[in-house]
């Protein structure tokens, strides 16, 4: 593979990552290529100017966009010493904070389903005449969120030791 090659590599996927993130994430079409460029770009990150070339926008566009994405926590910059440019990166904790939400709504959900498992398990045993509940996809549910819980956490352990 030459520079060229992976040029259009990386180009594809912005573009694969943009259409995502506007879907997933409710993000204008040049908020999410923008997201995606950082992502894509890494911890070097880039500047408004390279943006504004890659990306083929307008400056007040791009302009506006890094503000929403400052605004909204996905996003911040850095400068250099003896360099008055910004140079935009994905916020570091950002994915940390994902991993914390998803987990916290997923220990939710799992209170929950332990309080339908046991309802259902009372039932059965007070009802004997009635079709007993059956169990099953409670008891899957709950061990998905176990185990995707401790994947999540396990993610995050590995995040933070790089």
Known sequence: MNKTDLQAQ??????????????????????????????????????FEQLVKDLNAGKSTVSTHLEHLQTTNRIEYYTKSGDRKRYFIVKPDLMENHIDELTAKWEAQKCIHKEVLE???????????????????????????????????KLKKNINNH
């Open 119 to 153: 309802y259902k398990q009372k039932s059965n045993e007070l009802n004997k005449e009635d079709p007993p509940f059956d169990m099953e996809f409670q008891k899957s549910l709950l061990d998905f969120l176990d185990e995707a819980t401790a994947a999540l956490n």
């Open 10 to 47: 990386k180009t594809r996927l912005i573009e694969k990552l943009g259409v995502q993130f506007e879907k997933e994430h409710q993000l204008a079409p040049v908020a999410a290529r923008i997201f995606a460029t950082l992502i894509v770009t890494g911890k070097k990150g880039i500047t």
